[in-house]
């Protein structure tokens, strides 16, 4: 079982990433998917799910309107479109899978860095 992330780069404000989170060795189409961010000294922090159906997007308030969250089962992928990027969105992010019985799966993670 395992989640691999990437997509990560050095980005200039306002600009736009999109980040991959490629699932294996589990059922994927099964279970939902989030994404989550941990900022240098600070807690992760949700910013999007996805269900394992691809239905019910959920945002974070900071990030509604500017990130995408959607999935394609058949390449066991969830993608994280960031548009108009902000310095407060560098962060290392994380996606996760909710395997059930109170599993967790999570992936090492990318780099998002927002600089000009």
């Known amino acids: 079982e395992q989640l691999v992330e990437s997509g990560g780069d050095l980005v200039q404000p306002g600009g736009s990433l999109r980040l991959s989170c490629v699932g294996s060795?589990?059922?994927?189409?099964?279970?939902?998917i989030n994404w989550y961010r941990q900022a240098p000294g600070k807690d992760r922090e949700l910013v999007a799910s996805i269900s394992g159906d691809g239905r019910n997007p959920w945002y974070a308030d900071f990030v509604r309107d500017r990130f995408l969250i959607w999935r394609t089962n058949a390449q066991k992928t969830v993608y994280l479109e960031m548009n108009r990027l902000k310095l407060e969105d560098t962060a290392a992010y994380y996606c996760?899978?909710?395997?059930?019985?109170?599993?967790?799966?999570w992936g090492p993670g990318t780099q998002v860095t927002v600089s000009s």
């Open positions: 060795g589990f059922a994927f189409s099964g279970y939902g």
């Open positions: 996760k899978a909710n395997l059930g019985g109170g599993r967790t799966l």
